[in-house]
T-cell receptor, first 119, second 113 residues
Framework: GAVVSQHPSWVICKSGTSVKIECRSL??????MFWYRQFPKQSLMLMAT?????????EQGVEKDKFLINHASLTLSTLTVTSAHPEDSSFYIC???????????????FGPGTRLTVL | AQTVTQSQPEMSVQEAETVTLSCTYDTSESDYYLFWYKQPPSRQMILVIRQEAYKQQNATENRFSVNFQKAAKSFSLKISDSQLGDAAMYFC??????????FGTGTSLTVIP
């Protein structure tokens, strides 16, 4: 399958600072990427849908000013956690959709995740 | 938002035996996809099997098969000949026509040697 990378794989930051997480599709162009959040021993919760060249669509309850998403190219989406607080500590996972679908059905691939710890 | 329910937080199976993980979902759509993903300790999501809602035939992938009951909105995963490497968190997922994934709460599977 196709490869989606995330950088960094883990990050520790101080409370009040901002952190940027990158999601890249390495061998395909992704018009749509998705951001998920996973707390320990819990499920993945969809945060937002990121479309290349347009504003992200956020799920209900997700603060768009807190979690800034930019999808400036067909291979890169970024999630910036602004003014991070300890409660933002979580595992953030992105996925990318391959519209041409080598599998023939809009295959979607997940990144390996980024562990954010806010002190 | 769509609802995906996994009623079994933990399951265990003897190596080489068969285990079934349950999942139910709620949607008003007629065209959608259902998935089972495996998440090992590395946290990388690994696709186990997918089912297209318009296909009546249950999907199979080697030792993995599903029992898809569209009217009942039920989508269970059967793992045959369980192996130690099957131990992981298993998430049932619904993918909407807009391509958003909605995940269940997960089932932690332990394989007993």
């Amino acid at each position: 399958g196709a490869v989606v990378s995330q950088h960094p794989s883990w990050v520790i930051c101080k409370s009040g600072t901002s952190v940027k997480i990158e999601c890249r599709s390495l061998d395909f162009q992704a018009t749509t990427m998705f951001w998920y959040r996973q707390f320990p021993k819990q499920s993945l919760m969809l945060m937002a849908t990121s479309n290349e060249g347009s504003k992200a669509t956020y799920e209900q309850g997700v603060e768009k000013d807190k979690f800034l998403i930019n999808h400036a190219s067909l291979t890169l989406s970024t999630l910036t956690v602004t003014s991070a607080h300890p409660e933002d500590s979580s595992f953030y996972i992105c996925s990318a959709r391959e519209p041409s679908g080598r599998a023939g059905y809009n295959e979607q691939f997940f990144g390996p995740g980024t562990r954010l710890t806010v002190l | 938002a769509q609802t995906v329910t996994q009623s079994q937080p933990e399951m265990s199976v003897q190596e080489a035996e068969t285990v079934t993980l349950s999942c139910t979902y709620d949607t008003s759509e007629s065209d959608y996809y259902l998935f089972w993903y495996k998440q090992p300790p590395s946290r990388q999501m690994i696709l186990v099997i997918r089912q297209e809602a318009y296909k009546q035939q249950n999907a199979t992938e080697n030792r993995f098969s599903v029992n898809f009951q569209k009217a009942a909105k039920s989508f269970s995963l059967k793992i045959s000949d369980s192996q130690l490497g099957d131990a992981a968190m298993y998430f049932c997922a619904y993918r909407s026509p807009g391509n958003q994934f909605y995940f269940g709460t997960g089932t932690s599977l332990t394989v007993i040697p």
